[in-house]
Nanobody, 121 residues
Framework: QAHLVESGGGLVQRGGSLRLSCAAS????????MRWFRQAPGQQRELVAF???????RYADSVKGRFTISRDNAKNTVDLQMNSLKPEDTAVYYC???????????????WGQGTQVTVSS
């Protein structure tokens, strides 16, 4: 069994910054791609960024140049540094990861519970 837990959300003014963190715990053998998604009220879940095992990153066009995803493989964590925040960044942010558990031969997709980010104008 494994869990992902996000932290770092909150309320910030336009132009401000927040850093989200996500920690994976449990009987984990290895971690593949790690991701950050977000979902605003009434909208579909949107992929914000992902990072591969060797550090390859991709970003949604809406956050390029403002957000930076990073991971620490030794700590099983993935962070999202968010700068120059806009009101349209307001959403619940979820981390996700492809995990191989210690008693499994395959990767499974796991999700955190989400953390609220609110950007005021």
């Amino acid at each position: 069994q494994a869990h992902l837990v996000e932290s770092g959300g909150g309320l910030v003014q336009r132009g401000g910054s927040l850093r989200l963190s996500c920690a994976a715990s449990g009987s984990i053998f290895s971690i593949g791609i790690m991701r950050w998604f977000r979902q605003a009220p009434g909208q579909q879940r949107e992929l914000v960024a992902f990072i591969g095992t060797m550090g390859t990153t991709r970003y949604a066009d809406s956050v390029k140049g403002r957000f930076t995803i990073s991971r620490d493989n030794a700590k099983n964590t993935v962070d999202l540094q968010m700068n120059s925040l806009k009101p349209e960044d307001t959403a619940v942010y979820y981390c996700g990861a492809d995990l191989r558990l210690a008693d499994s031969d395959s990767l499974g997709e796991y999700w955190g519970q989400g953390t609220q980010v609110t950007v005021s104008s």
